[in-house]
């Protein structure tokens, strides 16, 4: 019986714990509310900080907007949370029984993990782009709307970007929660991890903008790859044949975080047996 | 006699506990320092279990019994000792080993909250790769045996602890496992839920052979169900055996004397209570040559012989268990 025959069960996983999490509409017509609102205070921000500028921006505004609204779309990617409900089985201590499948314990949250990322991004994304992409072109906020991407080359290899960085998350999310092992309970993460993930990813102010003596470090952290870079892959700030590179390294990032979330839940797990959690 | 399916020798277990003194000035303290209390769940615990048994593992609140339970399921892994089940070691060989295994724990549910019953089941068939055509059979089967037809499309949560419980059971074995372990099956669960629950346990051991060892504080069930008993606390096996060894040689003699009666002295010694003309006895053994002895003396209306409530003699074994405080400095 190889590992392999498993991912069955894992995409399994992975399919129910999505359909129960899209449950969850109504928080995403509100959320879709106060993305929207913030995301065009962001776009005037940028407007009135392009009328003024007295040097050439390293970003167009055009590149900017893309970056804006993508990042209103993705919001719910970013790993700035935990899963309310693994949360809860590590403080109870029901985190034990979860041994009794037949499972890698590494694989079976890495697979509900994937899903508590992908299903709420879903909710949001969808109505974000049919409305900044579809609508706003044909109201009088037209130069504010999403533009299309840079080519056809950048819009696939954005979406391959973006699978990445769906990957990047739930392995940066997968090493929050191995870490509620040791510290029960989960909110201390859930509140510093909103201070740090968007800055570094460039949530708050694009990247690029970013002073030049800083660049080096912001080009070599994991969190870039979980905004930053599919979004200039889409707006071509980053050009289609340098994009595969890009995309490399969100993988290399990946297998990174991987290696090491597998590392740590292995310290971890050595604590649920010992002590039965 | 088969060789032993579960194999357990000296098996040990002691937790690790943080304590903390009360209050602020305790808290800041155990910041600098935490302090350590152990506490000893099973104290060189050893016994053997055949294939097709159907064993009953009894025990106050705290003996030892859940802690065994987690360690042969592979979820816990004990300080010392031996532990085979089906020539595996559980911990070591945790992925192939529950695979082979069905475990129920009474006080929580092992299928998801919000999943109606039979999505549960689909997924527990993908995470146990059993294949299309047998998970079809066995589901079907097992949902006819339990009465589950009206509870598939409901959500778990909205079930009822005894429907809950079927479902378990259900779904602990889907996978066929040639070995049940079920830690309080009857907790909490009305009279019929509980026949049902029993009726399918025994169904299941006698016509599919699975080996099944259960945990309950219910002695009905184990009088109900089981061949053999296994009694624990303190950590310690203080029992093995059948359940006629669970009773004592002890019977209670209930007398209804004709009139008015003085006891004599060796009767006055075995008696428990007296209201009016009726008295109660408790007679050690020999209880045919005390009945003859009272027969002859009074004068006679009525007379009842019983065993002791299965209640009653565990409660005094396990309050004869040799203190041996499990807690160590």
Known sequence: MSDHAHWRAYLAIVTVRCRMLLQYRAAAIAGFGTQLFWGFIKVMVFVAFYASAVSEPPMTFTEVLVYIWLGQALLALL??????????????????????????????????????????????????????????PVTPLADWALPPPASVMSGLMFVVSVVATLFLSAAFTMIMHVTLIWTVSGEGINRMMPGIVPVLAGLIVPLPLFPEWLQGFLYWQPFRGMADVPFRIYSGHIPADAALAEIGLQWGWVAVLIAFGIWLLDRARHRLVVQGG | MAEPLIVVRDLAKHFRIAEREPGLWGALKSLARRRYRTVEALHGVSFAISPGELVGYIGPNGAGKSTTIKILSGILVPSAGECRVAGRVPWADRVAHVAGIGVVFGQRTQLWWDLPVIESFDLLRDIYRVEAGRYERVRDELVTLLSLEALLDVPVRQLSLGQRMRCDLAASLLHEPDILFLDEPSIGLDAVSKLAMRQFVMRQNRERGTTVLLTTHDMDDVEAMCSRVMLINHGTLLLDGTVDDLRSERRRVVVEFDGPAELGDAHAALLVSRQGQRVVFEVPGRVAEFVASVTARYR???LTVSHLPIEETVAELYQRAPDRAGELR
């Open chain 1, 79 to 136: 790993p700035w949370n935990v899963d309310a409900e693994i949360a809860t089985q590590i403080r109870t201590g029901s985190v034990a029984y979860e041994l009794l499948r037949p499972l890698d314990l590494y694989r079976f949250w890495f697979a509900r993990t994937l899903a508590f990322r992908l299903a709420p991004t879903t909710l949001r994304m969808l109505p974000m782009l049919a409305f900044t992409f579809l609508l706003l």
């Open chain 2, 300 to 302: 006679l209306h009525d």
